[in-house]
Each structure stands twice: as C-alpha cells, then as structure tokens.
C-alpha cells in the first residue's frame, strides 16, 4: 500500500516539557532521580526515561522521604508541594513551566487584591470577587493553580455527552459577585470563550443588566498558553488537507484529548492512539495522504516512528 505520510511541524513536545524532560536526562548521570507525578502524560517515554533511572512517585511517597531529590515537572505543584520539602530536607528541581509559574503568581496576587479589598471596605466594580479556574478538576496544573488560593476557587468544565454539552460547576459560581477567570495553560480557547459568555450571561440576569454591562463584573484573563492555541488552529488547517488523521498521544493527556477532538472535528477519518499497536489497515486506502500529530506531551520519535511503520504498510 503506498500512503502519502507527513509529520505536522507544529506537534511534538511544547517548550515547558522539553526543559522539564532535557532537565530530567540532564540530573540522571546513571543515577536514580524521583519524578513527582508523571512527567509527560505518555507511557511511552515515561518508560524510555525510566529504563534510564527516573521513577515517579506521588505526593502520599515524597511525604515519608527525606534528605532526597524530586524533580517538579511542567505543570507545577501547589505552595504545599514546597512546605513538604522544606521539612523533609528534599531538594527540589523545579521544572515548572515559567508560563504556568506566572499563571499561578497571577492567581495569586488577584486573590490578595480582592481579600485586601474586603479588608479595606473598598466598594469597586470588582471588589469582593471570586475566583473561577476553567480547567479540568483533579489535573496537575489545575491543583497547582487552586493551591495558591487555599482552594478557595470555583473550578469549571465544558462537559461533553451524547446529549450535547453541560457546564461543570457553574451552579457554584456566584453571579452577584464580581468574576475573575482564568484558565488552565492547555484549554481549548473557544471552550473557554464559550464558558465566559455563559458566565456573563448569568451575570446579566442575576443583576437585570445586558451582556454588554455585565462585562464590567467579570474579568477574562487570557491565560492558555500561545503555543497551544496556536496549534489548535494550525492543527484543524493540518487536518482537514488530509485523507486521513493518526492522533498520538497518551490517554492520560488533557490536551491530547482536546487536540484530538479538535482534528476529529475538521476529518471525520481521525484515529486516536497510543503506540502502532493500535494501527488498523483498515483505515487506508491505497494512495491516502496521511497525517501525524500529537499532543504537547507526545515526543517527536514517537510521531516518527509511527511514520515509519505507515510508510511500511
Ligand atoms: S503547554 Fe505551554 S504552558 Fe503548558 S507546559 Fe507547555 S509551554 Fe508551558
């Protein structure tokens, strides 16, 4: 069968887990080094990385170590992460992508604005805000992100189902107070747009106002990482001048799904996977032109690899 394969430029590793990996090979030295939570979302490499030494632990095993070194990866960790630390004599490497860290700082100082606020008495358009996160509950980043506030943040979802799309959370917003959004680094941005619009429109019915007033009582922080949206819209360009569409990714990535649902979205004729075991010949037709990508957690030798097994078909 001769198939027309071609690698999208854009996927592969984004820059956060490139340092934190790079980093990682960089301190092994053919020794051990503990990793806090999967480093990339992708068996794959998270075998190759731990056939060279690095081995994940969880929070509850770092807790009952001492005088070590764990290395963070991308996503970040809460200011808890670090207490921990700290009394357990354990060194960290910190490989937190510096465009979540600043993500977190901003979280952070907006929730001392508003708490000095409510101290102050101050009666401002935005005072006595709350914090609403749009991010998948339970992901890293997201703990991370919650954990500047002491979780005093509403986390939110685009849900989807059969039926259509449901917002997680949104009950437990309160629209008579200002909002502050933000969102999780690898979101999809028209989702985020989609959950802010609906924010504002309950903000406009909780205070008989119109859309356009109620945008002085919600603050959007545009938040999701660039290299990230910027592949959503190259990717649905990629997808839809293919034939066919192979998604590499682990079935833990949170943006794997995303950018999967996304080349789903633009060709019908789009395969999620793991590793070449899951390839069916079925898919092809002689003469497809066939397309690879992935996640910001797929590394490049595994888009290639997979080429070269499609190439042999
Ligand atoms: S997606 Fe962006 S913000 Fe998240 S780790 Fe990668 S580079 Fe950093």
């Given amino acids: ?13 984004c820059n956060g887990v490139i340092r934190a990996v790079e ?31 690095l081995e994940v632990i969880d929070i509850e095993s770092m807790k009952k170590m001492s005088g070590t070194t764990v290395l963070i990866r991308a996503h970040g960790e809460p200011p808890q992460t670090y207490t921990i630390a700290k009394e357990n004599n354990i060194k960290l490497i910190d490989c937190t992508c510096p465009v979540v860290l600043k993500l977190q700082e ?18 401002g358009e935005l005072s006595g805000g709350m914090i609403v996160i749009f991010g998948k509950e339970g992901h890293a980043e997201v703990n991370g992100l919650v954990g500047q506030v002491n979780g005093d943040a509403v986390i ?18 309160d629209f008579s107070r200002p909002i502050y959004i933000f969102s999780q680094t690898t979101k999809d941005p028209q989702e985020y747009e989609l959950v802010c619009n609906v924010i504002r ?7 008989g106002c119109s859309f356009e007033e109620a945008g002085r009582y919600i603050k959007i922080h545009n938040t999701i990482c660039r290299q990230v949206a910027q592949r959503h819209s190259n990717l649905v360009e990629f997808a839809k001048s293919k034939s066919v569409i192979v998604f590499v990714s682990g079935k833990e990535s949170s943006n794997g799904k995303v ?18 075991g899951q390839i069916d010949r079925g898919w092809f037709n002689d003469g497809d032109s066939v397309g690879i990508c992935g996640a910001t957690s797929t590394p490049k030798w595994q888009l290639e690899e997979v080429a070269d097994f499609l190439a042999g078909l």
């Fill in 23 to 53: 980093t990682a090979e960089a301190n092994l030295n053919g020794n051990g080094l503990y990793s806090l939570g999967a480093i990339v979302h992708n068996n794959a490499e998270l075998e190759r990385l731990r056939q060279k030494g």
């Fill in 201 to 207: 429109e309950k903000i406009a019915q909780a205070k």
């Fill in 259 to 276: 950018l999967y649902e996304l080349c789903r979205s633009a060709n019908p004729h789009s395969y999620h996977i793991q590793g070449i």
């Fill in 106 to 123: 901003r979280i952070k100082k907006t929730y001392d604005q508003i708490n000095q606020t409510v101290a102050n008495g101050e009666d």
């Fill in 156 to 173: 939110t979802d685009v849900i989807h189902s059969a039926d259509g799309y449901s917002i997680k959370g949104i009950s437990q917003i």
């Fill in 1 to 13: 069968m001769k198939l027309h394969v071609e690698i999208d430029k854009g996927s592969g590793f």
